[in-house]
């Protein structure tokens, strides 16, 4: 198994597995609403290839602002159904979270399950405002959060 850096190439690739793993209508969600307007972060969107070329893994982030502060959203984060149960999910999730320490991100962000993500530092965040309907329980973040609140929005253009 070998972690890359996405690139241009691998889009469909990754959309495939991104489509494959999560039910129709994902891009409805309020997270993808957050996402349209610009380009992820290419340094932290990672996958993993496996023996034979087929992305058997992979991860996107996106930097949005949190009440004005900037900040990455995690997600989507996938692993194919033939590879899951192996720690791969686990093991994109942490190298990405220090790539995006090392590039100087205070602060990650994404919708999901506090059990599952807790165990790589992630709580759940209040007075963190996505775009309905987002059940705020499963608004988590990890990272320094300290005076951060406020409505989550794209990133201004650079």
Not at 27 to 48: F, I, K, N, Q, T
Not at 66 to 73: F, Q, R, S, T, Y
Not at 88 to 110: D, N
Not at 112 to 139: H, K, W
């Amino acid at each position: 198994m070998e972690l890359t850096q996405e690139t241009e190439a691998d889009w469909w690739e990754v959309e495939a597995l991104y489509d494959l793993v999560f039910a129709p209508g994902r891009e409805a969600l309020s997270s993808y609403r957050l996402r349209e307007d610009g380009p992820p972060v290419p340094e932290l969107c990672l996958l993993v290839r496996d023996t034979d070329a087929t992305v058997a893994a992979a991860i996107r982030y996106w930097p949005i602002t949190v009440g004005g502060a900037p900040a990455l959203l995690l997600g989507p984060v996938a692993v194919h159904p033939t590879h899951q149960g192996e720690g791969l999910g686990g093991y994109i999730i942490r190298e990405s979270l220090r790539r995006a320490a090392a590039l100087g991100w205070e602060r990650v962000l994404l919708v999901g399950d506090a059990p599952y993500y807790g165990r790589f530092g992630f709580a759940r965040l209040e007075g963190v405002e996505m775009p309905p309907p987002t059940n705020p329980a499963r608004i988590l973040g990890h990272g320094d959060w300290s005076g951060v609140s406020g409505a989550v929005a794209p990133a201004p253009a650079p």
